[in-house]
């Protein structure tokens, strides 16, 4: 049987710890070491995202969290025992991210529950604008 993109994403959601817009909202708050990756495409980042989130495609997330790419980004690779977060429009993109992360050795993985669009509904802030560092 051929797998479809709904499966690829239900089998990562199933090996993926989720993170409520609440809960990730209140470790900001509390000033928590965390790592926010936004794995959404540059054009959707420019027109709104979690203030101080890295942008980092989902297709370029493995190049760089690996540390011998040369592609590699120090803010990933180097967060291998901090807490990443990773958020994109509704969760299916940062789930599949996610998931590779943990298989490349990543302890804690967490993933946004209901992406950006749950985090912008319940009111918490946003902003706007290109990233201001080249990707990868």
Known sequence: M??????????????????????LAERLEAGEDLVLIDTREPYEYA???IPDALL????????AADPHNARRVAALHE????????YC???GRSALAADNLQLMGFSHVLNLSGGLKLWDAEDYATESGDYAHPLP
């Open 89 to 91: 429009d509704t969760g």
């Open 2 to 23: 051929n797998k479809t993109l709904a499966d690829f994403i239900a089998d990562a959601r199933a090996r993926v710890t989720d993170i409520s817009a609440d809960e």
């Open 79 to 86: 967060a291998r025992d901090k807490t990443v977060v990773l």
């Open 47 to 49: 027109k709104a995202h």
């Open 56 to 63: 980092i495609p989902r297709g370029l997330i493995e190049s």
